[in-house]
């Protein structure tokens, strides 16, 4: 037991350095980094919650695609070699405060409610998952399939050059 | 710990607010995307965790985790081809230079 | 055909007369005139017709009312107890009214007919006819007025009328500020009339002047109320009658054409104001204050006229000072107690002024000129009949016996010495100095050389004479022989020389001869004729040495007592200082700070308002979760024990 706490904790240090990093270094391809960092603790996390599924499709997906297109789009438009202006102060003051308050609240709200605890266990495996996408879930995969189609056509119409308008 | 629900509701809380923090100050158009990401990890986190042990019955939120991962790669497609234009267009993608809709 | 008929026909005529007129096309305009006259001549036998069906003075007064107003609330007036407050409007006869309105329309007649000569050539003629007319209906509603609104509605008409014909030349401009003062002084005086009116009604319920007597006021009210409401009344009085410090506008009102001056300001209009002292004598004679403030103001009145007479050049203003000046001994009859006294001089005077006017206007027009002196230098002795009348009417005018003014003035006098010797003494005074104004220009006119003026001969060539038509000349000669006529025979038909059927049927006592009078009069118009005699026997010399004196009272009298300076003060200084004052803050305070002040105190919160919209994301971002954050908390709050 000792230990899945020990690396429980870990995971929590790995993910919240990870986040703070993201959010505070200059250099936004160290904030790429480290957002990937975070991931991958998130997706440890998702394994202690007892779906490894996701996990992998955590590392798969949002590692793997998403932060990998965010370090493209950086490498495009380098903005590393550009020179950005310091932040306003007090804007990051701001912005504190309002996050600040946010947990604050946030975290009041979750230490006094009772929250339900329920008894059973339910079935977590790949196949209850599936079963639920084709069933009780089988409208929202469509919609996410259809999504997907018109993501893939506006980012092809966006990123077409200016003077092919159509 | 790692058996309690408040605890990973605390990470979620924290992950959003820090989250939160990024898109508030961040100058840099890509970072606002980096934060913006934490945060829809943090509702995802949320979402196992209400499964695990509140709704422990169906897997509702780990089928809800997978829409969110798609959802969120439809959206960075999109969001990143944006910041490109905007690129191609001013020259730069400092978020502060894009206020022409002044009142 | 009975009264009411009569009565209905003697208010209409002019009116219809009026309206006809003004709905005439162009080129039918010749005809207004003769409308106007025959309504004139309507109203006049149809008063006559009602006099002498009522010549007996029974069964009077009566009256024929419709119901106006009637308001049944006792809550309304917290602290009079009366039923009920009715307000009426209609017709009144009575010895009284019937007097009156006979000496109104009559003259009101002989003038149109005067008119037709003297507006010959005028291109506005029409004009002059439809206000003429209108001003009869005005005149003959207040005679016949049952309360004392339905007279002042009348009251204001008739004031509207004279400054309509007052400035009947607008072109010039002198006509049109004589016009202005008119109306503007008559309306300051007439709010005084209207306080009174509103406070008598509240208090008593009740405007009638049957009932307005002496026993039911008295019992009514206290007598500090009534000699308030008595004094407010009075001040329309002053303003009407021409009453000092009110006086100033008659004099101007000359500008207007010389039969308005006949008919309106000395004859009928002016005396609208003793008509109603004597009208709602009973009212005034409720405090003895009142009266006193009446006797006082006339007697100032009749001095300030008189004195001012002897000084002026103008034929029409040494009448018009005339006018204030009896008007002045007419008011001190009524405030010495005799309503009786005050209205037979008020019919005398009606017809032997309105001659004296009508004359003024056949020299005026003959010779082309209002002075004296030119007057005479032209040939004014020349026009026999203009003449003699001037004569009868100033013999009448200064008492002489056996014209009708010497038993009106008797009478006066008689009463103001039985009532007080200062007055009287007041009263010898003013008809001493009528007499010397009024042989100043006769003697002026008639012992004047003729001198063969350039001038004269010029203007006479420009204007044929009218002479020479039949009936205009007629239109000329009979108003001023009838109207010679009645001033002669007027007098003995009130004294006791023939049986005092005038005064008694006014409510007088029977007068009886008093021989120590009958020689101070004698005594006072020798010597005011000796004295006017020894001044201008030869008027160039006198002309010359007039022009050529100095002295205080000259300044004086010239100044007219400084009186219009004073109302020039007040007007200029005070009554545009304040005006200035009142403006300003508007200007500075109402427009500047607090109209504009607000506007742009909005327009810089919208600035001010306008910067949160800057077109930075996170800005927005920021409010939006900030506010997130507080509807968060509220929502928590509320339903369930956290926070």
Known sequence: ?166 | MSQSLTSYLFISAALFSIGLFGVLTRRNLVAMLISLELILNSVSISFMAFNRFVFADKSLGQVFVIFIIALAAAEVSIALSLILWLHRKKGSIDIEKAKDLRG | MNDLNLLWIIQLAPLVAFLLIQLLPKNAKRTAPLIAMGAALLAALSSLALFYAHRDGNNMPQQYIYQWLKVSDKSLWPFVTIDHYVLNIGFLVDKLNLLMITVVTVIAFFVHLFSYYYMAEDKSRARYFGFLSFFAFSMTGLVLSTNLLQTFLFWELVGLTSYLLIGFWYEKQSASTAARKAFVINRLADLGFYLGIVVLFILTGTLNFTDLNHEFLRQMLPASTLTIIGILIFMGVMGKSAQFPFHVWLPDAMEGPTPVSALIHSATMVAAGVFLLARAFGLFSSSEITLLFILIIGTLTALVGASLATIQRDIKKILAYSTVSQLGLMVMAIGAGSAAAGMFHLTTHAFFKSLLFLTSGAFIHHFHSNDIWEIGQRGGKRDKVAVAALCLGLFSLCGIFPFAGFFSKDLILEVLREHNLFFYIAAILVSFLTVYYSFRMLFVILFSKEKKDMHAHETALAHPHHSSTGAIELCRVIPLASLAIISVVMGFLGTGWLDSRLLLWLGGEETHVNSELLITTLILIVSGALLAYIFFKNPETAETRLTQSRGPIKTILERKFFIDDVYEFLTKKVGMGIAGAFAWFDRKIAKELMVNGTAYRILDLGKISSKIQDGLLQDYLSWAVGVGILVAFWLVKSNSGIF
Do not use: H
């Open chain 1, 1 to 166: 037991m000792m230990i899945t706490e020990i690396v429980f904790a870990a995971l929590v240090i790995i993910i919240l350095t990870g986040a703070l990093l993201a959010v505070g270094l200059k250099n936004v391809f160290y904030n790429a980094l480290a957002l990937i960092l975070c991931l991958f603790g998130v997706a440890a996390l998702f394994i202690y919650l007892n779906s490894e599924f996701l996990a992998i499709m955590e590392v798969i997906v949002y590692i793997g695609a998403i932060s990998i297109a965010i370090i493209f789009a950086i490498m495009l438009s380098r903005p590393m070699t550009q020179k950005t202006e310091p932040e306003n102060r007090g804007k990051v003051i701001r912005s504190a405060v309002l996050s600040a308050l946010f947990f604050g609240v946030l975290a009041k709200v979750i230490a006094s409610t009772a929250w339900p605890i329920a008894s059973e266990q339910g079935d977590y495996s790949i196949k209850g998952i599936g079963k639920m996408l084709l069933s009780t879930q089988a409208l929202p995969f469509e919609v996410i399939s259809l999504i997907l189609l018109i993501a893939i056509i506006g980012a092809l119409v966006l990123s077409s050059p200016e003077d092919n308008a159509s």
